[in-house]
Structures are given as structure tokens and as C-alpha cells.
């Protein structure tokens, strides 16, 4: 299962398209928490998350997630791109780090790369 955290509806929606085109099975949250509060949190194989949400940031989801022991694929998508928080991701083992609007081409080998691993 491929998760996708984002609070706008819209590149929400986009993404589980395109994922869904690929022939995986996706779940979708509009807060980090929404996630983590999922019964199916353990099924998570990937998680495609935004940078900037209210609540909990996705660099805050990341840092969470790793120091509870969940450790699966994170690919980071921003409308807001800063080195140093794509440093920060990557520096914890991101995948991949994405621009709003990102070129699906971008995601797809993202989520190659993720699940090849």
C-alpha cells in the first residue's frame, strides 16, 4: 500500500491517480495524524507526504515515524522547496524530494526506487 499525506484535496487526489494507474493500492490523509491514527499504518510499504501541513510538518511525520520504528520508503512533495529541509529529509533516508507541481515521470521513479529496495 502506497499512503499519500497531503492537506490540499486537490494534489491529494492527483496523486492517488496517478499511483492508482500504476496498479498499486493506495490510502489517503489530509493530516499527518489521520495516518498515524490508521488501523492500517503496518501496511504502509511507501509513504508520499507533503512538507508543509497544519499539525505535524512532513519532517516532523518522518522523525516520528523513525523513532517508533516504522521504517518504509518516504517520498517528500513541497510547494515551498528549501534546501535545507530537503536535506534534512534526505540526510533520514528519503527517497525522494519533489516541487510542487511535479512531473508525474519524477514520482513514478521515485516509487520504482522505493520499491525496489
Known sequence: ???????????????????????????????????????????????ITDIQMPG???????????EHGKRFPMIFITGFPADHIRL???ASGAIGFLSKPFDGSEMIDFIDQALCH
Open 1 to 47: 500500500m502506497i499512503a499519500i499525506v497531503d492537506d490540499d484535496e486537490a494534489v491529494r487526489v492527483a496523486t492517488e491517480s496517478l499511483v492508482r494507474s500504476l496498479g498499486f493500492q493506495t490510502a489517503t490523509f489530509a493530516t499527518a495524524q489521520e495516518f498515524l491514527d490508521d488501523p492500517r499504518l503496518d501496511e504502509t510499504d511507501c509513504l
Open 56 to 66: 505535524m510538518s512532513g519532517h516532523e511525520l518522518q522523525a516520528y515515524l523513525l
Open 88 to 90: 534534512k529529509v534526505e
